[in-house]
């Protein structure tokens, strides 16, 4: 594997574990606690209005395009003869891992968030609506990252 192929390996691992870390503790800790406050509309309109603007996001960017630019490295180092095909395919697995957390977000978590956006901050219909398909999927993206997270590093293995 070349170098400049292992740091960016390196750099998506690090940027989707702290992400999928982020969304796991949200799934665990944020959303429970949730459950049990008299206005969880109105805290989760107020945290999607942060998330945007929060060091979060670089994170969050680093991952994507780090993981696009190593199965793009990844591909380019096995036609060459420069990576193991096992650790190729690890590596461009765990990247699309990583991807899918982003796919997720995009997909299904900032749809719902700009759903509740609409709400009223004390509509807990809203809240019970939009809480079971968002915890599903940022469980999904967080399980995703993570597991993306250690096949990027497995794949340095080689």
Request: with cysteine; aromatic share 6%.
């Amino acid at each position: 594997m070349q170098t400049a192929t292992a740091i960016w390996i390196i750099l998506a691992a690090l940027s989707t574990a702290v992400v999928g870390g982020v969304y796991l503790g949200f799934s665990v800790l944020v959303m429970p606690a949730l459950d049990g406050d008299a206005r969880p509309t109105g805290v989760m309109k107020r945290i999607n209005a942060l998330a945007p603007r929060s060091p979060f996001m670089l994170a969050f960017t680093v991952s994507a395009l780090s993981c696009g630019t190593s199965i793009v490295l990844v591909l380019l180092d096995l036609i060459t003869g420069a990576v193991a095909a096992w650790a190729a395919v690890i590596g461009v697995a765990g990247a699309v891992l990583g991807l899918a957390g982003f796919v997720i977000t995009a997909a299904i978590n900032v749809p719902l968030n700009n759903r509740l956006a609409e709400a009223a901050a004390n509509d807990e219909a809203a809240f019970a609506a939009f809480q079971r398909p968002w915890r599903r999927a940022n469980s999904t993206r967080g399980a995703a990252s993570l597991a993306g997270a250690a096949a990027l590093l497995t794949s340095l293995l080689s």
